[in-house]
């Protein structure tokens, strides 16, 4: 609240004559508007002059600087109206519900408030204050090859929001679809027929760090066979599994208008 609401100069003054809306909203650095709104609202009555313009009196300024007071402790104009003119008591009654009210929200932005600084570390550092021992090789190269894009802005949100539960659900859903895919290669299903265009469309999907399109699997899929570690995981699952994988990815991209020599990561 400004100084000037209390200035004795400008509060003598209205002894003598009231002051006009402009002055009021002036000495309260309050809108012309919010005045005439709260009026509206019933919180302030001013007097009314000879010509029918607003006059403030010194009862009118006081019953606005409580106003402000109470609006600054974050009380909604509803619960104002009824402080404004009810007896201490009840005024102390209300102030502790709004007090609790306003611890929930304190608690609550403070929940928000280490989100954001989780979400920023992810973002800038592939790791987040509370889990800087869990950071392994392999997601800090991801940092430095992918942390232009849009996409590693998405896993940022992804790991930063995402509960404990929730991610080894996704985890497990992916090490599924491994296991249907090294079983397909197994079975001598071939790159490009609907069961291997339909797993390539699954192994897409479980990739929920992101949103992955076609031309961005193939991708993928070029650097499972050319990254070594990559290569050796999915072997290990299922000898060649990275190669035939990649292969499926092409066919299934190929089928579906994308073209393989101009592929990118979008």
């Given amino acids: 609240m400004s100084d000037t609401a209390t200035d004795k100069t400008s509060w003598a003054q209205t002894e003598a004559i009231g002051l006009t809306i402009g002055e009021v909203s002036k000495m309260f650095h309050v809108s012309v508007r919010m005045l005439r709104h709260w009026e509206d609202l019933g919180l302030l009555s001013p007097e009314r002059d000879a010509s029918g313009y607003r006059s403030y009196t010194p009862g009118d300024l006081n019953r606005l600087r409580r106003l402000l007071v109470y609006k600054e402790l974050g009380v909604p104009a509803t619960r104002i109206g009824r402080l404004l003119d009810a007896p201490a008591p009840q005024v102390v009654k209300e102030l502790k519900a709004g007090r609790n009210d306003l611890e929930k929200r304190l608690h609550h932005l403070q929940k928000i408030l280490d989100e954001t600084d989780r979400l920023i570390d992810m973002a800038e550092k592939g790791t987040t204050m509370t889990n ?120 299934n991209a190929d089928a579906q208008g994308i073209d393989l020599g101009n592929v990118a990561w979008e």
Wanted: a negative charge.
């Fill in 132 to 251: 800087t021992d869990s950071i392994d090789q392999r997601q800090s190269e991801a940092k430095d090859r992918w942390g232009d894009t849009k996409q590693w802005m998405e896993f940022a949100e992804q790991q930063t929001t995402t509960d404990g539960k929730t991610k080894m659900r996704q985890e497990q859903h992916m090490r599924e679809v491994e296991a249907k895919l090294a079983d397909a290669k197994r079975r001598g299903v071939k790159p490009g027929s609907n069961e291997a265009n339909e797993l390539a469309e699954q192994h897409r999907a479980s990739l929920y760090y992101y949103e992955v399109t076609r031309s961005m699997q193939v991708c993928l899929g070029r650097m499972y066979v050319a990254d070594p570690r990559f290569k050796k995981h999915y072997d290990d699952i299922e000898p060649g599994l990275a190669q035939w994988l990649c292969e499926v990815i092409e066919a």
